[in-house]
């Protein structure tokens, strides 16, 4: 073999390696045929974990902020005036386990139930679960359901493990009101993969429900 000819082999045999390797690199991870999952046993689990842990950080009996369960660039709506900086996370989930917050009153429940967790080919994942509000509202009352509805949610690895990066609360309607409501994720349809999150933030805005530095509710001005 020439001096020439090994010189050009080695040449593109080096610009095959570094073309396979770069087109290995860029592209997404495939869904392995038959799952509906996509997540390992342990992530699964511990993305179940943080959906179950939500309900009892903010109801009577926590004695943490909800807060450590978002990412810092985390992106939220759950009553009103979307959460959108970690001021803000600070200043909902604070309020909640301070003296006067919800909890430290008694009577009052949220039971999350029915999750969907789906793994997506970049790496984070999806998830949704049913709640419903109950409360005893005087000594010796029947619990009574008050509200029900569901999460969306985004997940994300980081190094503490994973966590919210997008929430969603969308309250149920009453029956005949053919509310629009974000579907729950299915691995088959890419259309589902997604949280109508964004679309809810900037309607929001637009009706002036925003924030100030220290994450407070902002009044909403007149005529919104």
Known sequence: MSSKFAHFFAGALVA??????????GAKPAIPKGTHVNLSPADYLEILQLQTEYPR??????????????TKDARSVISGHPMLKP????????????A????????????????????????????????MGVS????????????????????????DGWRMKERIWTADQHVGS???????????????????QEEVIQDLLKKGLTRDSQGVPAPVPAGR
Not at 16 to 22: A, D, F, L, P
Not at 57 to 70: E, H, L, Q, T
Not at 101 to 130: E, W
């Open 178 to 196: 053919y509310q629009k409501v974000a579907p729950s994720p299915v691995l088959a349809n890419p259309a589902t993969w997604k949280t109508n």
């Open 87 to 98: 001021a803000d996370f600070e200043n909902f989930y604070g309020g909640l386990v301070a």
């Open 136 to 159: 005893v509202k005087e000594p010796g009352g029947k619990p009574t359901i008050d509200l029900m509805g569901k999460y969306e949610d985004v997940y994300v690895r980081t190094p």
């Open 57 to 70: 950080d903010v109801d009577p009996g926590s004695v943490r902020n909800a807060g450590w369960m978002f």
């Open 16 to 25: 095959m390696i570094v073309s396979y390797t770069t087109h290995q690199l």
């Open 100 to 131: 006067e917050g919800q909890a430290s009153k008694g009577g009052n429940r949220h039971f999350n139930m029915s999750p969907v967790i789906i793994g997506l080919p970049d790496g984070t994942a999806r998830g949704s679960s049913l709640m």
